[in-house]
């Protein structure tokens, strides 16, 4: 069984059509932006409910993954960083870095997205440190490795990257837009 | 204001009478788009329920006042849901009880004609998902054609007309909707007829239904006569009923025709499906009244919402038995076909005996509308 980690969990089991999107977005209410939520359902509708809206309510739909009976679907909360101005100056795109990714081996990415969105897809090899947690695990990181940081968009990995540039890393580059536009290969949950 | 149940029954009458109806689908947009209700005069419109949740004030002024409005979901839950909120707006709505899941399990019994020496032929209308069913009743015996899995509707109707079933019939191994035959023949000791080439896989016993075979139902001479007609499938096997009715399955229908490729192999069939249209149907007498196994467009109801047409005159209209040249008929029905149905590779497995399926996935696998015709 694959553990995501979640900032909540909504047991919405058992219940029909309209109940589980309901407390799905009573639920969104109280999340904070960025964090992410899991809801358990048992009605199969929910699943293509729950996509459509996320879609027109703004939020990031991750996922489902079936267990049983239960689908599991996770969202992640809107958050108004899309907005903020990047400050990082060295910036690769996404071409740049999967043209290095065929080519050269002697570098890290660093994956700032949550676990949840890095766990439904993410590039092979990537490490998962979300940006939560970078302060707390800046140790497992070496300033002298060349890392490329990636998101989803490009901003939460401008964050990252300021960072580890105030922390004495010399090599970062903020990669633009990250997995939003991603073509590569990538690592995915269900397969 | 007050939210009211409408039944599937009542809402296939208005399609009959071709009568108004205001349509609130609050599924969400894709699922409207793959399949909804159909009606000559009916109005739509598509606003998913969740984008509802905080109030339905933005839509009032959406919805008519001099018309019935009818929400419609899945199951009806979220219609039950809109339709108060609108009640609460201060509309008189209401929901379509048990939801497309309802409508799509609808069947409304038209009666086709009477048979020559007593009798009567029933065409069973799947309204919400466009399949056919025949009951055939002559001197306290009952022959069904075709039948879906909401069995108990057949078995209840022949109790009502006081006649036993005898004989059950499938013309066609089915890729679109899982078949109520073999439960049917099992519950009522009927014999399960199928056309042995489209039973090389199943599970089950089954009486083999070749071209040729005459099949009396009650002790009058009402004669089922079983005309080999591949081209869907190998063993598509048509019927002429009373020397008055054409029994089509799935190789002919009134304004289109068969597909050959649900069962993967368009290529090889396209020559059979020919032959059958081209030149079998062609020796039968134009008067044939045809009754197709399925219709695809609600333009193909009668006036009394029942389906069927003169072999002379589908001959006339129908553009799939009008193309003279072979290769263009090769390229109709085997290039840009139709997407394929919903989950047919596992209908077919369910309709083999292969896998069983309990109610609710039998259900989720007929989702949606049939696509069993080119045009």
């Known amino acids: ?136 695990r800046i140790d497992e990181l070496n300033n002298e490795d060349e890392i490329f940081v990636v998101c989803r968009t490009g901003n939460r990995s401008d964050l990252a990257a300021q960072r580890l540039a105030e922390k004495g890393f010399t090599k970062v580059n903020n990669v633009v837009p990250g997995m939003s536009g991603w073509t590569g290969k990538t690592i995915n949950i269900n397969n | 204001m007050a939210v009211n149940a409408m039944k599937a029954t009542e809402v296939t009458k208005r399609v009959f009478n071709k009568e108004e109806l205001f349509i609130l689908d609050v599924r969400n947009t894709e699922d409207y788009q793959d399949w909804k209700i159909e009606g000559e005069n009916f109005e739509y419109l598509n606003i998913p329920y969740f984008e509802l949740l905080d109030g339905v004030e933005g839509i009032l002024d959406k919805l008519p006042t001099d018309k019935d409005v009818l929400v419609v979901c899945a199951k009806e839950g979220s219609s039950i849901f809109v339709a108060e909120e609108l009640s609460e707006a201060g509309l008189t709505v209401s929901y379509l009880e048990g939801g497309m899941k309802a409508w799509s399990e609808h069947l409304e019994p038209v009666k086709i004609g009477d048979l020559k020496n007593g009798g009567e032929v029933y065409q069973f209308v799947r309204i919400g998902k466009g399949c056919l069913s025949y009951m055939i ?57 199928l056309p042995p080439m489209d039973a090389t896989e199943v599970t089950f016993k089954y009486e083999p239904l070749e071209g040729g075979n005459v099949i009396k139902i009650g002790n009058t001479a009402i004669g089922i006569h079983a005309l080999y007609t591949p081209g869907h499938t190998i063993g598509s096997t048509s019927f002429v009923v009373d020397e008055k009715y054409l029994l089509s399955g799935d190789i002919l229908f009134i304004d289109s025709i068969g597909r050959p490729d649900l069962a993967g192999l368009a290529e090889d069939w396209v020559g059979d499906l020919r032959e059958s249209l081209y030149k079998r149907y062609r020796e039968l007498s134009e008067d044939l009244v045809v009754l197709p196994a399925h219709f695809m467009i609600i333009e193909e109801l009668n006036e009394d919402g029942s389906v069927g047409k003169k072999l002379g005159d589908l001959f006339a209209e129908n553009h799939g038995l009008n193309i003279k040249n072979e290769e263009e008929f090769r390229r109709l029905v085997t290039e840009n076909l139709p997407p394929q149905p919903n989950a047919y590779q596992e209908i077919r497995k369910t309709n083999m005996g292969k896998i069983t399926p309990d109610e609710e996935e039998q259900r989720e696998m007929e989702i949606g509308p049939n696509r069993c015709a080119v045009r």
């Open chain 2, 137 to 193: 009743i002559s001197n306290g015996e009952a022959a069904i054609i075709d039948a879906t899995r909401m069995t108990d509707i057949f078995t209840d109707f022949a109790d009502s007309k006081g006649a036993k079933i005898t004989h059950v019939f499938d013309t066609h191994l089915h890729a679109d909707h899982i078949s109520g035959g073999r439960k049917i023949a099992e519950k009522t000791n009927a014999m399960y007829w």
């Open chain 1, 1 to 136: 069984m694959i553990q995501i980690k979640t900032d909540f969990v909504l047991d919405a089991k058992g219940l029909a059509c309209p109940m589980p999107i309901v407390k799905t977005k009573k639920s969104m209410n109280e999340l904070e932006e960025g964090q992410v939520l899991e809801v358990q359902a048992t009605d199969k509708g929910s699943r293509a409910d729950i996509q459509a809206w996320a879609k027109t309510s703004g939020h990031q739909y991750l996922g489902t993954l079936e267990e049983g009976d239960v689908l599991k679907h996770f969202l992640r909360k809107s958050s108004s960083d899309e907005a903020i101005e990047r400050k990082h100056p060295k910036v690769a795109t996404n071409e740049e870095l999967e043209k290095m990714l065929k080519t050269n081996e002697n570098f890290v990415v660093l994956d700032v997205r949550e676990s949840a969105e890095y766990a439904f897809s993410h590039i092979s090899n990537a490490i998962s440190i979300p940006l939560g947690e970078l302060d707390d």
